[in-house]
């Protein structure tokens, strides 16, 4: 991530142009990667009292570059200072207070970039990251289901989304946990989790479970039909569907699903 800032930016003020001249080897240096040449220029022009947004901000690339977050953090400050309103600023000063772990100010200076930058990808994506550093899951989904939308071509940003829709499940039930554990969401979450693993037997005790804990909850003896038709257990499967069909009566899905039991019942044969 790399915003350097040139004369021709948006600035609050322009370089006077008797000046531009000195800070522009500085510009071209910091593009092709040269940082100890770029870094001798802006210094150079500091000590010639040109204390411009541009050149405060560049040194702050050039420290964080170097991984130096401290120091980019006061260089971006200072040009913050001068030009409040420049995003890509606000940004780079979250990315580098992200990395120093200060996560509430880094998200406080990212969600000002984005305000700023609505459709910079990056700055979404630096703020999501705040907000994962902080465990704010609920937070960090909501910038990146905007950033899957700005860029619906990127496969990392969907990667990075189904990733926290992951973790804030996972933090939701730790929550239901904490709340009530012996909620019947929580036995039927974990019920869940043992069908993906194809543990059909520890499925079917948490899913009987969560049945006890709340037995009018939809759902449950839906999935507990399932287990047992995927088990070629016709007759057990039947007596779930019909349990959920008397908790649910205009359930579509327990209907196709008791009709997918008797056709398998019958394919089976005696």
Same mark, same amino acid.
């Given at each position: 991530?790399?915003?350097?800032?040139t004369g021709? #930016?948006?600035?609050?003020?322009?370089?006077?142009?008797?000046?531009?001249?000195?800070?522009?080897?500085?510009?071209?240096?910091?593009?092709?990667?040269?940082?100890?040449? #770029? *870094?001798?220029?802006?210094?150079?022009? $500091?000590?010639?009292?040109?204390?411009?947004? $541009?050149?405060?901000?560049?040194?702050?690339?050039?420290?964080?570059?170097?991984?130096?977050?401290?120091?980019?953090?006061?260089?971006?400050?200072?040009?913050?200072?001068?030009?409040?309103?420049?995003g890509?600023?606000? $940004?780079l $000063?979250?990315?580098?207070?992200?990395?120093l772990?200060? %996560?509430?100010?880094?998200?406080?200076?990212?969600?000002?970039?984005?305000? @700023?930058?609505?459709?910079?990808?990056?700055?979404?994506l630096?703020?999501?990251?705040?907000? *994962? +550093?902080? &465990? %704010?899951?609920?937070?960090?989904?909501?910038?990146?289901?905007?950033?899957?939308?700005l860029?619906?071509? %990127? +496969?990392?940003?969907?990667y990075?989304?189904g990733?926290?829709?992951?973790?804030?499940? #996972?933090?939701?039930?730790?929550?239901?946990?904490r709340?009530?554990?012996?909620?019947?969401?929580?036995?039927q +979450?974990?019920?869940? &989790?043992?069908?993906?693993?194809?543990?059909?037997d520890?499925?079917?005790?948490?899913?009987?479970?969560?049945a006890?804990?709340d037995p009018?909850?939809?759902?449950?003896?839906l999935?507990?039909?399932?287990?047992?038709?995927?088990l070629?257990?016709?007759?057990?499967?039947?007596?779930?569907?019909?349990? *959920?069909?008397e @908790?649910?009566? &205009?359930?579509?899905?327990?209907?196709?699903?008791?009709?997918?039991? &008797?056709? #398998?019942?019958?394919? +089976?044969?005696?």
């Amino acid at each position: 991530m790399l915003f350097v800032c040139t004369g021709s #930016a948006v600035l609050a003020q322009n370089v006077p142009p008797s000046r531009e001249a000195q800070v522009a080897p500085g510009i071209e240096a910091l593009k092709v990667g040269d940082l100890d040449k #770029a *870094e001798e220029v802006f210094s150079d022009s $500091l000590r010639h009292g040109i204390r411009h947004p $541009l050149v405060f901000h560049n040194l702050g690339v050039i420290a964080q570059q170097r991984g130096n977050h401290q120091q980019a953090v006061m260089r971006f400050r200072q040009a913050i200072a001068l030009q409040p309103d420049h995003g890509p600023t606000r $940004l780079l $000063l979250g990315s580098s207070l992200l990395a120093l772990r200060k %996560n509430a100010e880094a998200a406080r200076e990212l969600n000002r970039a984005v305000s @700023l930058m609505p459709r910079e990808p990056e700055a979404r994506l630096q703020l999501a990251k705040a907000y *994962e +550093a902080s &465990e %704010n899951w609920i937070a960090a989904v909501q910038q990146l289901q905007k950033l899957v939308e700005l860029v619906p071509q %990127n +496969a990392e940003y969907f990667y990075q989304l189904g990733r926290a829709y992951s973790m804030l499940s #996972a933090w939701s039930y730790q929550q239901i946990s904490r709340m009530n554990p012996d909620s019947a969401r929580l036995h039927q +979450a974990l019920g869940q &989790e043992y069908v993906i693993q194809e543990k059909y037997d520890q499925a079917l005790e948490a899913y009987q479970q969560a049945a006890r804990s709340d037995p009018k909850l939809p759902e449950i003896h839906l999935a507990m039909a399932v287990i047992y038709l995927e088990l070629k257990k016709f007759d057990q499967a039947l007596a779930e569907v019909k349990l *959920e069909q008397e @908790l649910a009566p &205009e359930s579509k899905v327990a209907e196709e699903t008791k009709a997918k039991i &008797e056709a #398998a019942k019958a394919a +089976a044969g005696p």
